[in-house]
Each structure stands twice: as C-alpha cells, then as structure tokens.
C-alpha cells in the first residue's frame, strides 16, 4: 500500500506549481491578458517566444467579471500583465496589489489613445466613469498603438529576441493595413450604413469604417433601459427605416428580439471580442466576421 504524501512533499509541490506554471513554455516570457483580443496581439508579436493567457474568454463581459483565485496566482507568476485600462477592467489594480508581483511588468494599452467621450460612457455601482468610451480596440488605428506598446515592453523584457518581435510587429501592421483597406473599400459601395446597437462598443469601429449608430438599446453599461427609451427606439426604427439591430452573444437577446417583432428590423450578432463566435478567434477574422455580417445584412 502506497504511503500517503507527508504535509512538505505537498507543501513542495504546490510551492512548485504557483512558481513554475505547468503550462508554460521553457524560456518564454510569461504574459497574462486580461482580454481576449490583448492575447492575440501578444502572441502575434510574441510568437514562439512568450507564453499567453487571457483572464477572459470571449463569452464573458469584462466590465463585470468576477476574479478567481486562479487569476491571481496566474499575474503573480507573470512577467508582464496586459490591459484595455480607460476604466474597462474595473477590478485589474486589486488583481496586481493581490498578486504581489514586484517585478511584473504592467501595460495599460489605452495609454496615448484618444477616447470618444460623447457616446457608451461606463457606468459602475459607484458612479459614472469619466474616461470615456473603452471600447478602443475595434479601431485598427487604435489596435495599431496597442501593438506597438506591447512590442515595446517585450522587448524591454526580453531584448535577446528583439528583431524577432520588432519584424512580427512589421508584418502584423502591415496586415491591418491591408485588413483595413479592403474593409472601407467594401463598406464604401453600400448605400445604408446605419443601425441600432444593443450595447454602446461599436462607436470607434463606426468611425474608422463609416457606419452610423442611430441608438443604443443599453446606453450605460450595468444598466437596463426603460420602457420610455425602448418606445423611443421603436418609433426612431419605424420611422427612419433603420433596417438592422446589432446584439452580442455576451448580453440577453430578449430585448433586441422584441425590437425586432415590433418594428421588422433584423437582429444580427456580432462580436467585441475575439473567440465569441465561430470563426473570429483572432483579431483579424472577428474584424472580417463583423463587416461581412454587416454588408450582408444592410445590403439593398
């Protein structure tokens, strides 16, 4: 009969498993991401030289997502940490004073970025945020910044492999650039560009690619809307015609159906985040995913 492990052989162990994660990759630099869309990007400019994870998959909402004890010991084995900031990530500063990190490496992505104020300011319990909209991310210009930020910050990690990130962060921009170039170039044959959305994080990629945004169905994050305003949104679809609904797979889809019975506009879901829906597990396939669906739907 085996004997049981003694109080330090499982002391050890666990000791072990918090100080050298099971998951990564000799040698690498070890970075955690809050979102799923920061993950992408670090391992696009990463590659074979960092270990990524995201807090957040793609299904859950980051403005009101739960810490686990996981996460935790996830940032305080990291060498970098990676966030949106702009008051997404509300629980992110106790996550990194919890993980006693001293030398982790934190990057605020949002920094030097320009927020739009005038439209889906966050709400908390405590009040209103005034940083503005955080949804930067779903404008390749803005992505472009945050890439660069990140390049920045391995290489001050891991300076042994700067060219090899220094020449991913190339052809990466490179990609965005054509990305971004055959998305206007689509949008710009169609005739109708507006639609209603369901939560305010679409207003950065309206902007960049021509879309208009009539309304939100959710205009403060954490909150419901009213009857008044749903009746608003109602008479505004019948009247102007608005021919499309945008929801997302993270929030209830039983208010934009109801929209749609009322008035016959489509309901159409798209995604904020990389890995919510089939086909845009990556930054790049979830900008395409979003436009085609788009187009399709608003084409005549």
Do not use: C
């Given at each position: ?99 006693q990190n001293s030398t982790l490496e934190v990057v605020v992505t949002s920094k030097g970025i320009s927020l739009l104020r005038n439209t889906g300011s966050i709400h908390t319990k405590g009040g209103k945020h005034t940083f ?169």
């Amino acid at each position: 009969m085996a004997k049981p492990l003694s109080y330090t052989l499982i002391l050890a162990f666990l000791l072990a498993v918090i100080v050298f994660p099971v998951d990564a990759k000799p040698d690498t630099t070890i970075v955690v991401t809050t979102l799923s869309v920061l993950q992408d990007y670090v391992q696009q400019i990463g590659r074979e030289h960092v270990t990524v994870t995201s807090l957040i998959s793609g299904l859950e909402n980051g403005h009101s997502y739960a810490l686990k004890p996981s996460d935790i010991l996830a940032v305080r084995q990291a060498h970098m940490f990676v966030t949106i900031g702009a008051g997404l990530e509300v629980w992110a500063k106790q996550l990194v004073e919890s993980a006693q990190n001293s030398t982790l490496e934190v990057v605020v992505t949002s920094k030097g970025i320009s927020l739009l104020r005038n439209t889906g300011s966050i709400h908390t319990k405590g009040g209103k945020h005034t940083f503005g909209n955080p949804h930067i991310w779903l404008d390749p210009e803005n992505a472009k910044s945050m890439i660069r930020q990140i390049t920045t910050r391995l290489i001050k990690l891991d300076r042994a492999n700067r060219r090899d990130y220094l020449a991913n962060q190339a052809e990466y921009l490179r990609e965005l650039d054509t990305l971004q170039a055959d998305i206007k170039r689509r949008v710009k044959k169609l005739p109708d560009r507006r639609f209603i959305s369901h939560h305010p994080a679409w207003p950065y990629f309206a902007r960049r690619f021509g879309f208009k945004i009539v309304g939100n169905i959710i205009e403060h994050s954490g909150a419901e809307p009213s009857a008044k305003h749903l009746s608003t949104l109602v008479q505004q679809i019948k009247k102007t015609g608005i021919k499309v609904i945008v929801s997302e797979p993270q929030l209830n889809q039983k208010i934009p159906q109801i929209l749609s019975d009322e008035t016959g506009a489509r309901v159409v879901t798209l995604t904020a985040m990389p890995g919510a829906l089939p086909g845009t597990n990556t930054y790049t396939s979830m900008l395409r995913f979003n436009v085609s669906t788009l187009l399709e739907t608003l084409s005549p």
